[in-house]
């Protein structure tokens, strides 16, 4: 089946520096979601990629599409304690979505 | 707003126990999915359905049951409890069928099984 892989699993940064997460699809997707997760919270959905190349931002959050549709990034620049939380991407190669293992970002004030 | 409400937030019950989990959601959405989550593995779906009466297996249907009478309920039913189904259990509901709507999830339940 589809699987979706998410590197890395943890991150540290020090309040300011930049963060990167990576998304790999083994199939090609039709669309990709990424959701934030604070801890002790649920889920939230942040933005959706649909195109070949796409990319999207949301304030100092990047996303990006690759262009054959398999893979995906987020990159969050200066990072601030409010980013603190679990990234997820889910990819959509047909009826459902498959999460990836999410990326934990801790940030040091 | 959307609101996906879940009846447990933690539930510990014993191996071998018949465990329900309900969730309702207010806003008319079609679909409706269960997942559970386990530290490293990320969200993993159980099972989910597009419609009254309608279910579809996700990856991980084995040990669980659902059911959907009403188009905002959606249970997820453990037949018979077991300690490796201690986890954190979401429900999400989405607006359309398919997977290209976004999700609302719940607030969770953390379910321990002894």
């Known amino acids: 089946g589809q699987q979706v892989m998410q590197i890395p699993q943890y991150q540290h940064v020090q309040e300011g520096e930049d963060f990167t997460t990576y998304c790999n699809s083994s199939?090609?997707?039709?669309?990709i979601q990424w959701y934030k997760q604070r801890p002790g919270g649920h889920p939230v959905f942040l933005i959706q990629l649909v195109k070949s190349g796409e990319v999207k931002k949301q304030k100092r959050l990047t996303f990006q599409f690759g262009e054959a549709k398999k893979n995906s990034s987020l990159h969050i620049t200066a990072t601030q304690t409010t980013d603190v939380g679990t990234y997820f991407c889910?990819?959509?190669?047909?009826?459902?979505?498959?999460f990836g293992g999410g990326t934990r970002l801790m940030v040091k004030p | 707003d959307v609101k996906v409400t879940q009846s447990s937030r933690y539930l510990v019950k014993r191996t071998g126990e018949k465990v329900f989990l309900e969730c309702v959601q207010d806003?008319?959405?079609?679909?409706m999915f269960w997942y559970r989550q386990d530290p490293g593995l990320g969200l993993r779906l159980i099972y989910f359905s597009y419609d009254v009466k309608m279910k579809e297996k996700g990856d991980i249907p084995e040990g669980y049951s659902v059911s959907r009478e009403k188009k905002e309920r959606f249970s997820l039913i453990l037949e018979s409890a077991s300690t490796n189904q201690t986890s954190m259990y979401l429900c999400?509901?989405?607006?359309?069928?398919?997977?290209?709507?976004?999700?609302?999830f719940g607030p969770g339940t953390r379910l321990t099984v002894t």
């Open positions: 806003m008319d959405h079609e679909n």
């Open positions: 999400a509901s989405s607006l359309g069928q398919g997977a290209s709507y976004e999700q609302y």
């Open positions: 199939t090609t997707l039709s669309n």
């Open positions: 889910a990819g959509d190669a047909g009826n459902m979505l498959t």
